[in-house]
């Protein structure tokens, strides 16, 4: 069975270090976005034009309203931490990059889908080790929105 769908019907299920191999893909379930969180986000932590309004972000590069890439960083991680990426002691984040090839909008249903791109058990602490994970949140047009490749603190099994 694919994990996408084990972590679709079973949010219990918790993946080791032990459990994991490169290729291995995980897929999220779903978020709305409306325009009304665009602009309540945009007010409290990323306060520009295009963010908060229609008609600015019209007028912008972005040709209409644009979620924050870090509003959208953050749904994404809801949607990772809500099963979308079942890792054993939670998701925690070692350093990675991020990009965002096309503005989030009102309207967009996303949707996260990761990838195991490399295992690295660690040398010095033999109870863990580091996965590079590879997530695109997509929205549902299946176009990509943001792409991050993090590296991930795993634990090993006892």
Do not use: C
């Amino acid at each position: 069975m694919e994990a996408a769908l084990e972590t679709a019907v079973d949010n219990e299920v918790s993946y080791f270090l032990d459990d994991l191999h490169v290729g291995q893909r995980f897929t999220s379930g779903r978020y709305r976005v409306d325009a009304d969180e665009i602009k309540r986000f945009a007010r409290e932590f990323d306060p520009q034009p295009f963010h908060l309004e229609e008609e600015a972000g019209a007028d912008s590069v972005f040709g209409g309203l644009a979620a924050s890439g870090w509003h959208t960083a953050a749904m994404t991680m809801r949607l990772l931490a809500k099963g979308g990426l079942p890792l054993a002691g939670g998701i925690i984040g070692a350093g990675g990059d991020i990009a965002w090839p096309q503005p989030t909008r009102p309207g967009d249903e996303l949707h996260v889908v990761s990838e195991v791109k490399e295992i690295i058990p660690s040398r010095s602490k033999p109870d863990r080790g580091i996965v590079v994970m590879r997530s695109e949140t997509r929205n549902q047009r299946d176009e990509v929105l943001q792409v991050v490749t993090a590296r991930l603190i795993v634990p090993r099994r006892a």
